[in-house]
């Protein structure tokens, strides 16, 4: 079948169909077919390259995933929870400058809308999600924090949202510091109990000045809880 013919055919296609053809079902046309689609479409002002870039782009990122998960699946258990902890600690070590990437080139609008997603979800849960979780405490606090430094104003709708999230926020905040106290005791009492035991040992001292440290980050954390203070950002870590 000549180009001409193809043409004829592929004229009357609406959009949708021709980048279908471009793209998924590309390997089942022609070349002179796939030719003749991309003419037709870029006749009607339609960017087929920059659609063809995205798709190419999506490709490469699925292949790229079904990759590590192939990498993944032929490690041993042992292997694949240290691969797993080796990622989640880059993951944490990066998150403030993935969310913030994340959210660069959105318009203050699209931020807002985003942010009120964020508040949503958490108020849905009544509580936040993990790390990797789009309502997680991270990416609550460092969006806060992008709004924040542009200077967006914040509907009153939103404000109430926050104000029932910071009440949340506070509650797992209170619990975190009050887990810290008791780890901190217990570091303290087995440290000193060991140490007076055996007359030290660097390993005993660790445990207490660790458990000291626990303690004392627990009650300021409490402190500045009661007497209302905002909950920095650096607290989520």
Do not use: C
Not at 17 to 39: G, H
Not at 73 to 91: A, C, G, H, V, W
Not at 125 to 143: A, M, P, Q, R, W
Not at 219 to 227: D, E, Q, S
């Amino acid at each position: 079948m000549d180009i001409e013919t193809f043409r004829k055919r592929f004229v009357d296609h609406s959009d949708e169909d021709l980048i279908l053809m471009l793209t998924k079902n590309a390997s089942k046309y022609n070349p002179d077919a796939l030719i003749v689609a991309k003419e037709i479409l870029i006749a009607r002002n339609i960017d087929i390259e920059t659609i063809l870039k995205e798709e190419n782009e999506k490709r490469s990122n699925l292949e790229e995933e079904e990759n590590k998960r192939r990498h993944i699946e032929d490690l041993s258990p042992l292997e694949q929870i240290e691969y797993l902890s080796e990622k989640r600690l880059e993951f944490e070590e990066n998150i403030e400058d993935i969310i913030e990437d994340k959210n660069k080139d959105l318009t203050d609008a699209e931020l807002l809308l985003s942010f009120e997603g964020i508040l949503d979800k958490i108020l849905e849960t009544g509580n936040f999600g993990e790390l990797t979780d789009s309502h997680s405490k991270e990416n609550y606090f460092i969006v806060s924090n992008i709004i924040e430094q542009r200077s967006v104003e914040i509907p009153v709708s939103i404000l109430k949202k926050i104000d029932r999230i910071n009440d949340i926020a506070r509650k797992d905040f209170s619990r975190k510091f009050t887990r810290n106290i008791i780890i901190g005791i217990v570091l303290l009492a087995l440290g000193l109990v060991f140490t007076i035991g055996t007359g030290g040992g660097l390993v005993f001292y660790g445990a207490v000045l660790s458990g000291l440290g626990l303690v004392i980050n627990g009650i300021a954390g409490k402190r500045n809880l009661k007497r209302g203070a905002q909950i920095a950002l650096e607290s989520y870590g």
